[in-house]
């Protein structure tokens, strides 16, 4: 059976395509290509506890993705974890009384910092820390509560 050139580049470029979907998807799936050129501006936030937050989840607010984790450490003065979060440059209207709540998108899906805007007339900027925060919610600790209330109501 003789081999014609065509089919031999055909399938050549059917395998490269292949690869380069695929190579996109990685890259997709694990946020590499959503990381940013360094624009925009850097606030922090301290929580009791950030579960599985992890650095390049993303910031967003009433839905919408305004920006990325930058960094997740251990603060030895206020025993809390250190958020810092890049915030997108054109959203410069964030409100210095801000919440920031991490939440898990989905039932088992991975966390997000969600930023809920307060009232103020200040705007946060560069090097601003976010005040108001609320932890994960870390789903053993709402099991053993449940089954220590249970306990309790029997107990009684």
Known sequence: MARTPTIEILVGAFVAAGLVALLFLAVRVSNLGAAGGGEGYRVTALFDNVGSLKVRAPVSMAGVRIG???NIRFDPEAL?????MQIDGEIDRIPDDTLASIFT?????????GLDPGGSESYLREG???????SALVLEQMIGQLLFSNQEETSE
């Open 80 to 84: 809390q974890a250190l958020v810092t």
């Open 68 to 70: 990325r984790v930058e």
């Open 128 to 134: 601003d820390r976010i005040g108001l925060t609320q």
């Open 105 to 113: 998108a989905g039932l088992l899906g991975e966390q997000y910092v």
